[in-house]
């Protein structure tokens, strides 16, 4: 059973920092990119960030652009998400993803593979 599961979700105050990871099993994604999607109470789901199978190629939605950091990990199966410089505007629930492919996608429909999510909260 292929799972993805996220965890250092919680409540910070703004300007903190937070690092996401994502642990799966049950399948290797060494040769898949990986995502994370997140979303806001009463919006729908939108693009965070996402890296190709082999790390070499990032992409940021624009808003969280020089504060985020996505990263993995093939060989511990995990996904990073370290997020600096915390707004009010990223409280939301964050979903790590598996693609279908091993070059980025910011679309949703190219992840197959979806976790549960964590709740970031980010207080003033």
């Known amino acids: 059973q292929v799972q993805l599961v996220e965890s250092g979700g919680g409540l910070v105050q703004a300007g903190g920092s937070l690092r996401l990871s994502c642990a799966t099993s049950?399948?290797?994604?060494?040769?898949?990119?990986m995502g994370w999607f997140r979303q806001a109470p009463g919006k729908e789901r939108e693009f965070v960030s996402t890296?190709?199978?082999?790390?070499?190629?990032?992409v940021y939605t624009e808003s969280v652009k020089g504060r985020f950091i996505i990263s993995r990990d093939n060989g511990k199966n995990t996904v990073y998400l370290q997020m600096n410089s915390l707004k009010l505007e990223d409280t939301a629930v964050y979903y790590c993803?598996?693609?279908?492919?091993?070059?980025?996608?910011?679309?949703?429909?190219?992840?197959?593979?979806w976790g549960q999510g964590t709740q970031v909260t980010v207080s003033s």
């Open positions: 993803a598996g693609a279908t492919r091993p070059d980025t996608t910011t679309q949703a429909m190219g992840y197959a593979y």
């Open positions: 890296i190709s199978a082999g790390g070499g190629s990032i």
């Open positions: 049950g399948r290797t994604f060494s040769r898949n990119a």
